[in-house]
């Protein structure tokens, strides 16, 4: 079992940088294969990035390739999404998730789910 908890949302001007952290519980996390997803009001939930158990390998949506960075530190049970550049597009509610099985691209391939950080860029 493994518990989600997302922090480092807020309101940001266009342009701006924000970081979020997710903190898992749970001794299985090191295992698993985290990704950051959001859901725009009205919008399906989007896959943004995934990194692998070790952190060797990422992933990334093209909607966010080259603004977006995923890390994790296994050492603090921690993954980060550091963001750049934002955009008014990019409002929206943003998750945190684990899959025990490995990558996925899906959103509903993931089985944990922290509870999302609002994050608001205005223009």
């Known amino acids: 079992q493994v518990q989600l908890v997302e922090s480092g949302g807020g309101l940001v001007q266009a342009g701006g940088s924000l970081r979020l952290s997710c903190a898992a519980t749970g001794r299985t996390f090191i295992s698993y294969a985290l990704g950051w997803l959001r859901q725009a009001p009205g919008k399906e939930r989007e896959f943004l990035a995934a990194v692998t158990w070790s952190g060797g390998s990422t992933y990334y949506a093209d909607s966010v390739k080259g603004r977006f960075t995923i890390s994790r530190d296994n050492s603090k049970n921690t993954v980060y999404l550091q963001m750049n550049s934002l955009k008014p597009e990019d409002t929206a509610v943003y998750y945190c998730?684990?899959?025990?099985?490995?990558?996925?691209?899906?959103?509903?391939?993931?089985?944990?789910w922290g509870q999302g950080t609002q994050v608001t860029v205005s223009s």
């Open positions: 998730a684990a899959d025990p099985r490995g990558i996925s691209f899906d959103p509903n391939e993931y089985y944990y």
